[in-house]
């Protein structure tokens, strides 16, 4: 955190300008794919925490987990080690969802961030084979901090005026990259909001951690707004939308008459009232 704020990256980049910070970090202080190998082999860890994808396809779930027995129950969504391995040997990425759920380091991290900005953070591990990627070019509708763990990345960026989009999505014309730069251990990368991107590996195994720090929608703000006022005043909405009334409406028929109804006074056809008893 305080390298981000030192380099000004919430000051002057956000939300204007991707930065790299050159050996930033130090790893060690955060996890490695020695660590993840024995989470793999040997721990609690379940699907939806880890996936496995490879050029933005997904296999099912089925192809790289496993049940096991949890005290005296078959308990599915545990890692098949050996799956993982296979598919990661055919260039599959291993991901890592929502780490700060049960990684302390990595949770403190998030934590400092959603002290530092207004932004609801998430936090995934991508470990990725050589010349793979796990990702097709893609725009995530957040900002995006990347800490290089293990190995190189070679990130490509398509920062067009028509690129650069608001919403996440995969309509990303990948002809023409506006930046390419390799991220080593130690690099951070920040990437603004909605900036389009990819990556692959380089020269052998790349691990790097990522942080996504969503903003706020205009539509989120509103619906704060709206709930602070009425916690503040909770008579405040009826003052413009007055409860339902208790009384039902009436449904009776209008009154009948067993005779047409004539007129004395002026000339002309009177409608009759409704025969009664039908």
């Not at 990347?146 to 190995?151: D, M, N, P």
């Amino acid at each position: 955190m305080d390298t981000l704020r030192g380099e000004g990256i919430f000051a002057d980049a956000w939300n204007k300008e991707f930065r790299i910070l050159r050996g930033a970090v130090d790893p060690a202080g955060h996890l490695s794919s020695a660590f993840i190998e024995q989470k793999l082999d040997a721990s609690l860890l379940r699907w939806p925490y880890f996936s496995v994808l490879r050029h933005g396809a997904v296999p099912p779930e089925s192809a790289y987990t496993r049940s096991r027995d949890v005290i005296g129950h078959q308990r599915p969504g545990f890692p098949d080690a050996a799956a993982v391995r296979r598919l990661m040997s055919a260039g599959g990425t291993l991901k890592l969802n929502q780490l700060s759920d049960w990684h302390r380091p990595t949770r403190t991290v998030v934590e400092e961030l959603q002290a530092a900005a207004p932004v609801a953070v998430a936090s995934y591990v991508f470990w990725t084979p050589p010349e793979s990627r796990g990702m097709l070019p893609h725009r995530d509708a957040s900002h995006v901090v990347a800490l290089q763990l293990e190995g190189r990345k070679e990130w490509q960026l398509y920062a067009g005026s028509q690129q650069v989009r608001a919403d996440a999505g995969l309509d990303v014309d990948a002809a023409h990259p506006t930046h390419t730069f390799v991220l080593e251990p130690g690099d951070v990368l920040y990437l603004p909001h909605g900036w389009p991107h990819d990556a692959v590996a380089r020269d052998g195994d790349s691990l790097h951690l990522t942080f996504t720090l969503t903003e706020p929608t205009p539509d989120d703000l509103l619906e704060a707004l709206g709930r602070h006022l009425l916690d503040a005043d909770p008579g405040l909405a009826h003052r413009f939308h007055p409860p339902p009334s208790n009384s039902a409406p009436s449904t009776s028929a209008p009154p009948c008459s067993p005779t047409p109804a004539t007129s004395t006074t002026t000339p002309g056809p009177t409608p009759p009232s409704p025969p009664c008893g039908r």
